[in-house]
């Protein structure tokens, strides 16, 4: 899907017909499905890389956390989703942004600290909202949404409005005691919650096996009842698959499940490097998963089922198209005002001070 | 008027709210225990049912998050802790989350959770089952504080913080629960932000906090057979709190002891004599009292811990003292 | 072992004579180990009958988590351990600090809050310290001393001292996230610690399958790579070998394990009354569980094992002498001084105010 | 002297204890990183083994619980927080233990647990990665805390906090490290409780809290060049504070400004004019001022961020207005 600024700012021809191609393959099963999923792999990536080179160019400020590498795990299952279910995130949230229909333009002007952006110049990278489409947020306290998501769960099934909650995470997040109780919690309360741990091997500069004796962290619900599965988080029919099966659990009543995706993040923990430059240890490892990268090997896949060259490339030119219009509609937005500092700190309803904005 | 008891004020706030609206339920520990929450949730489960009273395991850290995660969609949840010592494993989500979500997002989300903290104190329990903490969350932006002290406002703030759009930290002291007052039938809300003058005078105002507020209505009174005219002023709400009648009062009595149930140290007490101190300086005519808990943790002997814990006679000997200072400079 | 207060108040014929006894039968394997651990058990029980009747005649006052029912665990592990490992309890640990070699008269005279107290009058029932003897602290914030007995297990590696720590903690303990960040921290470091859960099947009021879906609090530890044994810990011979086998893995640098000892309390959360009058449903569970007292099987064991009546009833009687000293120590100590409320807030080395006492 | 950055100082000072104390070691988040504390402990764990410099899964609370653990086993560790807000997790650790083992056993043991944690704001990074919390911690019975401004005293406190039996939270503030100062070698302590003067002056007091504290040595210099004599006061060390020394220049200019890095609602800035105004009633001229951020989380986008959070000129601009009263009441 792209980006509404996309759709109201440009029009293109080539906008239009990708949209065509989109609905014309999504009968044909997996291969539609999988074009869509390969578009929004291609928009994450292409957007992302937009955002490192304007880091790069100190045009952008805050710190943002890149998820080239990842992508195939937000979107297959976002693709497994609902406009009406809800994701919570964490400090890399780009990708889970844009795989559940978050607006590219907005986000873009977020990270540049304009009015325009999705929280209107608070949030920056890290920090992202977009309720219309379920984006409930991302903040980044690690482990912070996960007992949230939880309660979003806890809110559906009181409320029997047959919504999911997804919280995503990294393996980092599995060291924090709270991530345990909200696993219990959700088991206990049969909660329609997905447990998504993205396995990127590392928590900023500690590797896995440097914060756990056990590679196992598909087993983290086990002790409290919560079924866990383990997939290949770069083969984006697999992660689309694997939660398929657990959202479907948790929508008829048989609660929630956790899903580890094994994959790898290209660059550093937070900003546009690759981490090896700063003395962490991963060029080993990264060689070995640069050639895994879940876009081509979607792309490699499409090529198998039949898809045309060309039509691969329309994809290609919409997410350039898409993150260079984001950018461009954030850099003509203007900074929020000063005067507005202050409001907002309580919410408007009950008349308090200075509660708009 | 029907008399009823605070703890009885608090259980009918809670049936009033569940029976008016179905966003609100109640989650934390002892919602199914005969004893823990006194008797201020006797019967709620049979009464409401399980699925909207839920009573969890000892995860205060996840069960609270779960509160602000089902505000954050709506819902009006009321998050138990049946001692604030134990509220501090779920600071995380309270300061960190549920305190900044609305500002983070520019006002494109609320979180309507109110989080109910029990002080629980005296009976020989000790440090870590003594706490009232109320002034680290006074400190936060984004968090609403109200600490009633008499039946009324018992069920009035309640019935507020739930309506509130806002995290509403709600605090009762459980050396209230007995206590009677008039308390209506019906649901009715007491503004957040306003204090209550309990008695109107003109020697001395007294701001009385949560338990130490009805310790100032008796200090009133002993005060009074003294021949001394004191203006008691309850708080009830921390913050916002009521700064414009505490002002006014000050400027009319030019003495203020503050009696505060937490500690000394950057506690509600030098807030709010701090603020005083500054905004009312042309009024004052001797420096703020505070009585406060000294900066130590809890005892548990019987005889420390009456030594420790400040009663209307602190109160009194405090604002005596005031007065005879300015009856001195006037004698003077 | 009798307690010092005793010996030094005493010093009756019949403690001597049990005191000969026990290092007789001491070579006879376990037969004297387990007269010494029926010993520790019975004088556990006696003390805590004592201070039930106490509370319910007003003389304590402050809240009482009684152990009765649980003695074969205390008892059993603390059997395994050296003077100089540490114990670290919570609320319920009257049990803990007599099987660890606390003295019963300095625990009776805090109970009733004087100023001969282990903690002069600061702790009450729920906090109890003997440094000498490695009771290294009990407090009632649940879960709250599990992540000091890591540190301490910590200390003891990196001093290389040859100490191991115990951790002990009910069933609802494992319901706090950082007991799972301490099982984790334990085991990524290898650290000489001993996880006891006792578990009595509540929480107070909620039972454990109303706080989670599965029993199987031995298995906590597995997600993070510590094992973990469950046994019946109302046999104190079995609680014993298992504690034997986990403080030598600890004590050999092996790492940590978790023990689960199921068993009961049969009195109520708090208090001497027997909870069943106050509305929670554990008469049946009650029902069962009497019949297995740990103190009954250990009687018929050492009969089995041949032991006289006549030892036993000395035992029994000592255990009952030592309850009565205790409380006449108590009631004959005076309350601590008001002025004295403010001391010790700070440690006196760095000579800030008040620190004297 | 030599000149050493604040960052460096903070670095010497870890060298110093490991080197001198084999019961010193560092735990925390971070400590094997290139980047997580800034340059203060670059390289520490390459000279100091990484059996004594400990980085960790990210567990704040079982950490700090670890390491107040060890501490009451004798040994002084170092906890590091890369960040204050993350050490809201671990408040129980803190608040609920180390603070009151000492107190709860009367004194039969103590806690020597040094707690850092790092002020690191600023850059956009927005609400949740920006809070300066020391006030929640300086109400606390029980806990020092101290705030190093100058290279100077980043290690001289460190070394004094790590050798004082008591938990001590020190906190550093990531806009400083780059300060360079004159700093001696070797081991030396900076009193815990002690204020430092950095600027001696008659006509108005400034205190200044860490970041604040130099900003208000910013201040003194550009109020010298219009005239106003201020004398600059770094606390250094919130509790216990250096109440004498403060009152001593308070009771000399009669004016004070406070200038906290904190929230102002109970903040430090609360504490010290709520103190001052009561035991310095008869010398203040004018209510105390207070420069603290506003009880408002903190923004992310960079205009916002400058609009936040408070300089020098906010100083110079309290300082001034209240000479400026003091004149106008002088000429009246
Ligand atoms: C409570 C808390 N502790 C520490 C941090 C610092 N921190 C930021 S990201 C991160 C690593 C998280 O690792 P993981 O969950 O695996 O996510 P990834 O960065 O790999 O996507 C850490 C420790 C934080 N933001 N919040
Ligand atoms: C952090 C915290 N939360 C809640 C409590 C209240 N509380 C006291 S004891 C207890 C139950 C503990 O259960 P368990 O660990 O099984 O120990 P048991 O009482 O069964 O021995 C609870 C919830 C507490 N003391 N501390
Ligand atoms: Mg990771
Ligand atoms: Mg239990």
Redesign the pocket.
Known sequence: MASKCHLVEAESAEARQIAALESAVSRDGIAGLLLEMYSTMLRIRVFEEQVAALVEAGEIKTPC?LYIGQEAVATGVCAALEVSDTIWG???SHGHYLAKGGDSCTMMAEIFGKKTGCCKGRGGSMHLFSKEVGILGTV?????TVPLAVGAALAAKLRRDGSVSVAF?????LD?GHVHESLNLAALYRLPVVFVC?N?F???HMQLLERRVKDNLHQAGEFFGVPGVREDGNDVVAVYEAARGAVERARSGDGPSLLEFRTF?WRG?VGPSWDTDVGVKRRDELKDWLPKDPIARARTRLLELGAGMEALERVENSARDDAQFAVSFARRSPYPGQDAVLDHVFACSEGGPRCEG | MRRVSYAQAIREAHAELLSADPRVFLIGQGLWSPWYAGTTLKDIDREFGRDRVIDTPVSENAVTGAAVGAALQGMHPIVFHPRMDFMLLAVDPIVNQAANWCYIFSGQISVPVVIRAVINRGGEQGAQHSQALHAMFMHVPGLKVVMPSTPYDAKGLLIAAVQDDNPVLYIDDRWLYEDEGDVPEGRYGVPIGSAAIRRKGTDVTIVGISYMAREAVEAGEQLADEGIDSEVIDLRSLKPWDKELVLASVRKTGLLVVADSGWRTCGASAEIAATVSGEGFAWLKAPVVRVALPDCPAPTSRWQEKAYYRTAADIVAAARGLVGVRQYEASA
Do not use: L, Q
């Not at chain 1, 980044?140 to 912070?144: C, S």
């Not at chain 1, 995470?169 to 997040?173: E, I, K, P, R």
């Open positions: 956390h964490n400090h890399r980044p306290i690690v482990a912070g995470f990294g393996d980092g997040t924090e993205e990127n590392y928590a900023s993040r923990h």
